[in-house]
């Protein structure tokens, strides 16, 4: 019998095209692979932070979301899996990416299986996605899993070379086992259920008491 489960992809590109958002969407389609190997449907929603940075900063100094900004937070917090991806910058995540987490709900992504991605100019930043990224994550108890895919610069240059012989890259190997271990985490899970912070509304009296 076929299931389904929703994904997230979240992209912190700065610019376009962008090697962040191809890097994003190679992990994708690589999950949607194991998905399907695995009879599941995928309902994919891709977030391009770099189309929502005014709104994200108005939501800073306002506390209100625009429309766009409220429908990408939505599709994040309502997945069953997220595939996160940033560009590395002096060391950790750019800005944009941890805005858009800073505005998202601190207990919406508990549980949320989570594949982690980062691009940069040198093989040495890759250790970000251990000390920051995968750090944030935990924090929101979410689910990261244990592979956890970084392309260098060099590395694309990699897949275009090949290595001569017709097997794949570094690159496509973690691609290819961190998107196998989303999947397996993700579909091993029952789907999430999100909350309507409207269904059981606070009581007027707790209100008061607590200003």
């Known amino acids: 019998m076929t299931t389904s489960r929703r994904i997230a992809v979240v992209s912190a590109g700065l610019r376009q095209p962008s090697s962040t958002r191809l890097l994003a969407d190679r992990i994708a389609d690589a999950a949607g692979r194991q998905f399907a190997a695995r009879d599941v449907d995928v309902d994919l929603r891709v977030v391009e932070l770099r189309e929502h940075a005014h709104d994200l900063t108005n939501h800073l100094l306002s506390g209100f979301p625009s429309a766009s900004l409220e429908q990408a937070i939505k599709a994040v917090t309502t997945a069953d899996g997220l595939i996160a991806v940033s560009p590395i910058f002096t060391a950790s995540y750019s800005g944009l990416f941890k805005t858009f987490f800073d ?10 299986s989570v594949l ?5 100019g040198t093989e040495r930043h890759s250790l970000a996605l251990e000390h920051a990224m995968r750090p944030l994550f935990t924090y929101l108890h979410a689910i990261v899993v244990p592979t956890a895919v970084y392309a260098a610069t060099s590395d694309w240059g990699a897949e275009d070379a090949g290595d001569g012989d017709g097997a794949p890259t570094g690159l496509t190997r973690r691609i290819e086992r961190g998107a196998r271990e989303f999947a397996e985490l993700v579909t091993g899970r029952e789907p999430r259920q999100t909350a309507d912070p409207f269904a059981v509304p606070t009581p007027f009296e707790q209100l008061l008491a607590e200003n």
Do not use: Y
Request: charged fraction near 20%; glycine fraction near 20%.
């Open 103 to 112: 505005v998202v709900d601190a207990d919406a992504l508990e549980g949320m």
């Open 116 to 120: 982690l991605g980062a691009t940069g």
